[in-house]
């Protein structure tokens, strides 16, 4: 059974006015509660209509931002400490890409728990799921790669930086961090770069460098399908969404990086393809046109946030 039957499952005996009003409730207080601290799921219906809401743009960013990660990355990992765990989604995502051996879940919210257990049972053998307060309490173990999704946007800038230095202890060599592609959300992940970096970091994805970022507002775009009860609950008509997302990966150990990354859908006109590329050197707009033959081809297929080795034959 899938993740999203399993969620619909969850929510069976309950209205969709009951449902709407959950949803609404959840998003007043991501918007207007996030970056205090305070908990934003506090029952256990609202645990399972957030799944409804975020487990498939949850997943599918992570899995984006996994992938272009790992396609320089060459080094074995078998172990994930995940932090703020919720659903399970950022666990599932990475062990459809990994196999991973074994798993750690840190969660705070019991009702979140619940959900994230359900939800992740078909791997139940491998995940140890654990609560923790990532503010206050201490992570004992380590592993190959530490991820935290959509998390340090809801903490306080002190408690941001307190948990970076404890991820940074506990892994051994990865950090996965993805948040919101809004503008707040990419200035977290760049504060968290920044900090990383300081620390020792090389970044793995998706920056072609360590420097000072070039972009205002460095974000990916990944689709995602809508359930007829996502669709329900949200009113919406259109059969999938555009989830926009920032992230960073980075190691402590490795550096090879790409040359370029595309930062911008690209614009295809009438014979030729305008793309916006973040460089080594730069940030920079470049047109492609059919008399640049394979390089054109190859262009014509590329979306925001994949790599641009070509760029080094012009």
Known sequence: MDC?????EMLE?????????????????????SGTGNSL??????????????????????????????????????????IGSGTGATILAIDNLINLK???????????????????????????????????????????????SYVLNELNPN?????????????KDLILIVDTGTPTGFSVVLEA?????????????????NDRCKSLWCHFV??????????????AEAPYEDEKYSFVCISKSFNDQCYSRVTRHPIIGKGHIELELCSKDKLEKIVV??????FYKKGRKLRAGDSFDERKSI
């Not at 799944?51 to 992570?62: L, Q, V």
């Not at 770069?193 to 460098?209: E, T």
């Open 193 to 209: 770069r920044n900090y990383l970096i300081n620390k020792g970091g090389n970044v793995v994805a998706p920056c072609p460098h």
């Open 41 to 82: 799921i506090n029952d256990e219906l609202s645990a399972k209509v957030y799944a409804s809401m975020r487990f498939p743009a949850t997943y599918n960013a992570c899995l984006s931002s996994l992938k272009y990660s790992l396609e320089y990355y060459n080094k074995d990992i078998n172990t994930l400490i995940d």
């Open 159 to 171: 408690d941001r930086i307190k948990v970076l230095d404890k991820i940074w202890e506990a892994s």
């Open 102 to 148: 074994e798993i750690t879940a840190f969660e705070i919210n019991d009702h979140m728990m619940g959900v994230g257990k359900t939800l992740t049972e078909d791997i139940a053998e491998k995940v140890n799921w654990h609560k923790l307060d990532i503010t206050k309490d201490e992570i004992s173990i380590s592993a190959d790669i530490v991820s935290v």
């Open 289 to 294: 046109s059919k008399k640049d033959g394979e």
């Open 4 to 8: 999203i039957t399993k969620v619909e």
């Open 13 to 33: 005996g309950y209205t969709l006015n009951r449902l709407r009003e959950v949803a609404n409730k959840i998003s007043y207080n991501y918007l207007n509660e």
């Open 222 to 235: 990944t689709r995602v399908n809508r359930s007829k009860l996502h669709k329900l609950i949200k009113e």
